[in-house]
Nanobody
Framework: VQLVESGGGLVQPGGSLRLSCAAS????????MGWYRQAPGNERELVAV???????DYSDSVKGRSAISGDNAKHTVYLRMNSLKPEDTAVYYC???????????WGQGTLVTVSS
């Protein structure tokens, strides 16, 4: 499975953005996909996850101002984030998991900078 993220960039506080993650390869093995982020000096943390059945979950830090969604036809997962704060600045990574094989896949990451 290969994952390619896009959509990062510089955003002003209070702004919005949408990240995309396109999956290719043995995507039929994927059980869920998610977004993680890592800010300088911090550990990588879960932001949002969506299962193959469409169930979603969010970290408390983004709950209520973010939405994760998937387009099965395009094999793409999106993360929409609103009301962005400087503390949302991080490299955002797409993640996919195949629980039956115990495999975890990562994208290369896309940088989101929230600053005026």
């Amino acid at each position: 499975v290969q994952l390619v993220e896009s959509g990062g960039g510089l955003v002003q506080p209070g702004g919005s953005l949408r990240l995309s993650c396109a999956a290719s390869g043995n995507i039929f093995r994927i059980d869920n996909m998610g977004w993680y982020r890592q800010a300088p000096g911090n550990e990588r943390e879960l932001v949002a996850v969506i299962t193959a059945s469409g169930t979603t979950d969010y970290s408390d830090s983004v709950k209520g101002r973010s939405a994760i969604s998937g387009d099965n036809a395009k094999h793409t997962v999106y993360l929409r984030m609103n009301s962005l704060k400087p503390e949302d600045t991080a490299v955002y990574y797409c993640n996919a998991r195949d629980y039956s094989r115990g495999d975890v896949y990562w994208g290369q990451g896309t940088l989101v900078t929230v600053s005026s």
